[in-house]
């Protein structure tokens, strides 16, 4: 690796003022989710928090190269028995609402998610096809396909679960997007 720095690295790493953004849109982005999380708390129809309202808010820096900040609510347990909702915001990219569904679960699930297919064709979603339920980036053919071409067979197939919405990061009206998609995808399983 070249370690000298090119003119354009060195004004970036001294221009305090773009740290001092950075800094503030990321206190913001995770205000953004804690707000989220309170308002997931408190709707008393999302299943996966009928038991556990424990949210847990993570960050990181290196998502194939840039920030990202992640909601999982309720914090996720073992792999088997995953119902989750996790919302990542990644810098550069764009906002995800999954649910997942360990293995577990999906079987509880597994016969309502059929009775709603309709509900997963007639929505803006993706559904992950591999046994890689931290695989985000929902354009990737090898890991998703689009909810309209979601089947009852697909469904029986599946050892896994995730269901994905995508949103802008130029969201107007961000936390109410964030909100109503959440309630669509708590939908499917109700």
């Given at each position: 690796?070249?370690?000298?720095?090119?003119?354009?690295?060195?004004?970036?790493?001294?221009?305090?003022?773009?740290?001092?953004?950075?800094?503030?849109?990321?206190?913001?982005?995770?205000?953004?989710?804690?707000?989220?999380?309170?308002?997931?708390?408190?709707?008393?129809?999302?299943?996966?928090?009928?038991?556990?309202?424990?949210?847990?808010?993570?960050?990181?820096?290196?998502?194939?190269?840039?920030?990202?900040?992640?909601?999982?609510?309720?914090?996720?347990?073992?792999?088997?028995?995953?119902?989750?909702?996790?919302?990542?915001?990644?810098?550069?990219?764009?906002?995800?609402?999954?649910?997942?569904?360990g293995e577990e679960q999906l079987n509880i699930?597994?016969?309502?998610?059929?009775?709603?297919?309709?509900?997963?064709?007639?929505?803006?979603?993706?559904?992950?096809?591999?046994?890689?339920?931290?695989q985000h980036e929902v354009y990737d053919e090898?890991?998703?396909?689009?909810?309209?071409?979601?089947?009852?067979?697909?469904?029986?197939?599946?050892?896994?679960?995730?269901?994905?919405?995508?949103?802008?990061?130029?969201?107007?009206?961000?936390?109410?997007?964030?909100?109503?998609?959440?309630?669509?995808?708590?939908?499917?399983?109700?």
């Amino acid at each position: 690796m070249n370690t000298k720095f090119n003119s354009q690295e060195l004004l970036m790493i001294q221009d305090k003022i773009w740290f001092e953004h950075k800094a503030s849109a990321s206190a913001k982005t995770v205000a953004l989710l804690e707000e989220l999380g309170s308002l997931m708390k408190i709707n008393s129809r999302l299943i996966c928090l009928e038991q556990e309202a424990s949210i847990k808010i993570t960050k990181g820096e290196n998502l194939k190269g840039f920030p990202y900040f992640v909601l999982d609510a309720p914090g996720l347990k073992a792999a088997p028995d995953i119902l989750s909702f996790r919302i990542i915001i990644w810098w550069c990219n764009y906002i995800t609402v999954n649910l997942i569904l360990g293995e577990e679960q999906l079987n509880i699930y597994r016969k309502k998610l059929i009775e709603n297919i309709g509900l997963i064709k007639s929505g803006d979603f993706y559904m992950g096809i591999a046994e890689n339920l931290w695989q985000h980036e929902v354009y990737d053919e090898a890991y998703y396909i689009e909810g309209k071409r979601v089947s009852p067979d697909l469904i029986n197939e599946l050892k896994i679960l995730k269901i994905t919405a995508v949103i802008p990061l130029n969201s107007k009206e961000i936390l109410k997007e964030l909100m109503d998609t959440v309630s669509a995808l708590n939908a499917i399983l109700i």
